[in-house]
């Protein structure tokens, strides 16, 4: 069963209008929700950026938060997912084709799971990735509909068999095409500020949020991609990937190839709310 509009419906029953706006001009916002032991993760920090990114592109939620919770929760239940994602995406509705917003539509929501595992490999192991200019827009900070700036990275990720591509804005490093990211240098952790220029991840936060518990110094600055060949440890983030460790970038090594002590912790307590 998905959830469309209001309504649990067989997938097969709905169709998708080819002037919705979400899928000409890809009007809308999104979220992936995490699902852990069959709860929604973080689902109330999930909805508030929803409600952030919606009120950016002068989207109206159609519905309040409450419902919606409690429509997810029916989603959830019906299509008994114990470990995996919620998608959900508003798009500003069907209307005539035209650049600039319709006089009228009304917003249309979609959201469906997903039954994933958790990414032990990626986790345990850590991956390998690739760096690449950042070309995407000047509000990262909208979970948009448009990925065409991330679509374009990860395959040239996927090209050079690397995990995630990290993305570099005259000479700074933001993020990476659908993570947030970290480094270790001299025992602190630095991380690109919370502004425009990337997403403001809900697992970058609770990073930050275990970090400070765990009395581990945290900036949020800008740093280049010389710091970030050079750094002690480095990790991903993000509400598929958790705390993931980066164990190359490009042809350099970061922590001689292993994951890094600092790293390690942060998993640890990351996996202590999860479970
Ligand atoms: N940065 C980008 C560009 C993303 O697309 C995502 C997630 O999709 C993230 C960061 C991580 O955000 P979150 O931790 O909220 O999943």
């Not at 909805?47 to 950016?56: C, M």
């Not at 009228?104 to 958790?118: G, H, M």
């Not at 032990?120 to 000047?138: C, F, P, S, Y």
């Not at 909208?142 to 395959?155: D, R, T, Y």
Request: net charge negative.
């Amino acid at each position: 069963m998905i959830l469309y509009r209001d309504q649990l419906v067989e997938r097969t029953e709905i169709h998708i209008d080819i002037e919705d706006r979400g899928y000409q001009f890809g009007d809308g916002v999104y979220e992936v929700i995490r699902v852990y032991h069959q709860q929604p993760f973080y689902l109330d920090a999930h909805l508030e950026r929803l409600k952030r990114s919606a009120e950016a592109i002068e989207i109206n939620l159609p519905y309040g938060f409450n419902q919606l919770k409690v429509k997810l929760a029916e989603l959830v239940a019906q299509n008994q997912l114990v470990q995996g994602n919620v998608y959900l995406q508003v798009t500003r509705g069907v209307a005539s084709r035209t650049h600039h917003f319709p006089v009228k539509s009304e917003p249309i929501l979609v959201a469906y799971t997903q039954q994933n595992d958790r990414p032990i490999q990626a986790l345990n192991k850590g991956v390998h990735t690739v760096t690449t200019e950042d070309i995407r827009w000047l509000r990262c900070d909208i979970k948009s509909l448009n990925l065409l700036g991330a679509v374009l990275a990860k395959q040239k990720a996927v090209q050079q068999h690397a995990h995630e591509a990290i993305l570099v804005r005259e000479g700074v490093v933001t993020e990476g095409s659908s993570t947030n990211l970290f480094i270790v240098e001299n025992g602190q952790l630095l991380t690109h500020p919370a502004n425009h220029l990337i997403l403001h991840g809900i697992t970058r936060q609770i990073v930050i949020s275990i970090a400070e518990d765990l009395q581990i110094p945290v900036k949020e600055t800008h740093f280049s991609k010389e710091q970030l060949y050079q750094a002690d440890e480095c990790f991903i983030t993000s509400t598929t990937m958790e705390v993931c460790p980066v164990i190359q970038v490009d042809d350099r090594e970061i922590g001689r190839g292993q994951p890094g002590k600092i790293t390690r912790k942060l998993q640890n307590a990351f996996y202590q709310l999860i479970s």
